[in-house]
């Protein structure tokens, strides 16, 4: 499994905007193959911060959705308002345990 986390940052007066493209990517990439886990969480102590969570079934799976047209629209979203920060790893999870 691939574990994606990060961030992207906003200013906040712009977060009403971002929202519903915000949504429209998520619903869309849900769909996608191989994916098992995505989603965003507004900081609630830091306006403008949205935590990103991701975890896909394979390297492959994350690099289509990299690909894919929803990602491509997304970004030129992000870039229209002015992305503030963006900083998002991925690692390969070698051991899972529920805690």
Do not use: F, Q
Not at 36 to 64: C, F, H, K, Q, T
């Amino acid at each position: 499994m691939i574990i994606v986390t990060g961030h992207i940052r906003v200013a906040p007066e712009n977060m009403e905007v971002v929202r519903p493209h915000a949504k429209t990517n998520l619903e869309a990439t849900r769909r996608e193959k191989g994916c098992i886990l995505y989603a965003y969480g507004e900081d609630l102590l830091d306006p403008g911060l949205i935590r990103i969570v991701e975890r896909w079934e394979s390297w492959d799976a994350l690099a289509a959705h990299g690909k894919s047209d929803h990602i491509a629209a997304w970004g030129k979203v992000l870039k229209g308002i002015g992305l503030l920060d963006r900083e998002v790893t991925a690692h390969e999870a070698s051991e899972e345990r529920v805690l």
